[in-house]
């Protein structure tokens, strides 16, 4: 008679292992807008927060009144053409610009997209518009699109400044 004797050890290990597999999120698209079906957001940033890194955050034409912060993420947004206009429009939100940042020589700066501690982001089709920032005189510096200490690519944007 051939008995296995099987190990209560082996059995726990096993389990043990199962409860530390980490869930890793898999990439998706998000629309910010209503132009697209399916789930969607009002606004750039909500995306952006609910975007697993690798994903595609796809704007729909529109204006938004919003200062976007992507930190440690590798995203692609890029606005929905709708014919042959570029349609998405960054803008200040409706107090002005606040600084969120600092540059290379330390003073402020107030970034309308802010690009920090990631790779490989990608911006399209967008048209970032900081006329109305709100900013007076000397101090806060408006920029439109800022990557630092980032990688990625920027194409086929606007970016207009003007306080």
Known sequence: MNTKIKSPCRYAILVASMCFVAHVAQASTEVVGTCKSGKSFTTIQAAVNAAPSGSTIEICPGTYPEQVMI?????????????????????????????????????????????????????????????????????????????????????????????
Request: hydrophobic content about 40%; glycine content about 18%; overall charge positive.
């Open 71 to 163: 930190v440690g993420k590798t995203l692609t947004l890029t606005g929905v053409l709708s014919g042959t206009s570029n349609a998405a429009v960054l803008v200040p939100p409706s107090g002005g610009l606040i600084a969120n940042g600092s540059h290379i020589g330390g003073g402020a700066v107030a970034v309308q997209i802010f690009v920090q501690s990631s790779t490989g982001v990608t911006i399209s089709h967008l048209t970032v518009d900081g006329i109305g920032n709100a900013l007076l005189g000397c101090g806060t510096d408006p920029i439109g699109i800022y990557y630092q200490n980032s990688s990625g690519r920027i194409s086929d944007s606007v970016a207009r400044v003007k306080s």
